[in-house]
């Protein structure tokens, strides 16, 4: 649920097709903030080529909320992944 004041990080998440194989990046692309009417304040540090963001909660919020350390690896970091 989006609480006040959380912290959000946004994405921009290409494809990357390598032989038989669809890989995705994902680069930061950014933060956003949760308003008290519910809406969100953006701040990009890229602009996205095909104009299209990806927004959910910060690492350490989700890893919280899991039970693990924030500082546990997960698929949601910047990088490639196979999908």
Do not use: C
Request: glycine residues 8%.
């Amino acid at each position: 649920m989006l609480q006040v004041g959380k912290r959000l990080q946004v994405f921009s998440i290409k494809e990357i097709r390598e032989e038989n194989e669809t890989k995705k990046l994902w680069v930061k692309a950014g933060s956003a903030w949760v308003n008290r009417d519910g809406s969100l304040n953006v701040y990009l540090d890229v602009l996205p080529l095909d104009g299209k963001l990806h927004v959910r909660e910060a690492n350490e919020n989700r890893a919280q909320a899991n039970g693990s350390s924030a500082s546990q690896n997960n698929n949601n970091d910047v990088g490639m992944g196979a999908h």
